[in-house]
């Protein structure tokens, strides 16, 4: 199991010490990017994010997954620690509640999360463009109607 000892790790020099989210997201800024989507950011949402990220490197199982690339199998260099509601694990109390906070903001429940550690520069992956399920793409997207 990883520890943030054990990996190159520059903390906030202003980090609240206990994490936590603005519920309000009151600094919220949208972005369009044409008349169908948009960008919402929101500078500063997580507070404490270096205690978060100790917490979620301590209790998430991390592996590392292989996948097929040019007809063999290789390993990713990246650890991960995917969770889905389907799992009925429990998730972090404060992963839980922004998942359920965005899952009410845009109007669709968010069902996984997926934690992907990169520990130094050869944990990348290389670009690639991830390929939507047509069953995925073809359902309604409440999300896309301006709020």
Known sequence: MPRSGDLPFQRGLFEAASPG??????A???LALDE????DHAEGW?????ALFERLLRSRDWSQRRRWLYQRRVLEPRLTAPWSAESGAPLDP???AMRQSL???YGVTFDTVG???YRD???SVAWHRDHIDRSIASHPQPWRQSR
């Open 94 to 96: 404060l992963v839980e």
């Open 121 to 123: 520069g050869r944990d």
């Open 36 to 39: 169908r989507s948009w960008l």
């Open 21 to 26: 989210f603005d519920v309000s997201y009151g």
């Open 46 to 50: 997580v507070s404490g994010a270096d």
């Open 115 to 117: 934690f992907n550690l």
């Open 103 to 105: 899952s009410e903001r």
């Open 28 to 30: 919220l800024r949208r």
